[in-house]
């Protein structure tokens, strides 16, 4: 159970540094169009101080959260179950 947690928060990572680092804009424009009115007002201000953060700093975060993806995934393929 706890390998396929792994594998599934790990490719949920990856997958999201991926896309943060080729698209860095797509995901703080998908909030403001569709999310932003049913989530609470602490939320949306954390976005927007988020999207005021340059493109290169956006690819940073997500080169890193790509990385700790990898980690997660190397992690989940040792457990032994």
């Known amino acids: ?3 396929k947690i ?3 928060l790990g ?3 990856l997958l999201d540094g991926v896309w ?3 698209s860095p804009r797509f995901g703080i424009e998908t909030w ?3 999310f932003r009115r049913y989530m609470p ?3 949306s201000e954390d976005v927007e101080e988020f999207s005021h953060l340059s ?3 956006i690819r940073y975060i997500a080169v890193w959260l790509g990385l700790a993806g990898l980690v997660m995934l190397l992690l989940a ?3 032994r179950e």
Request: hydrophobic share 40%; no cysteine; glycine share 12%.
């Open 20 to 22: 943060g680092t080729v």
């Open 32 to 34: 403001k169009r569709n």
């Open 6 to 8: 792994g594998y599934v």
């Open 11 to 13: 490719g949920l990572l």
């Open 41 to 43: 007002r602490p939320v």
């Open 77 to 79: 393929s040792r457990i």
């Open 55 to 57: 493109d290169s700093a």
């Open 1 to 3: 159970m706890l390998k």
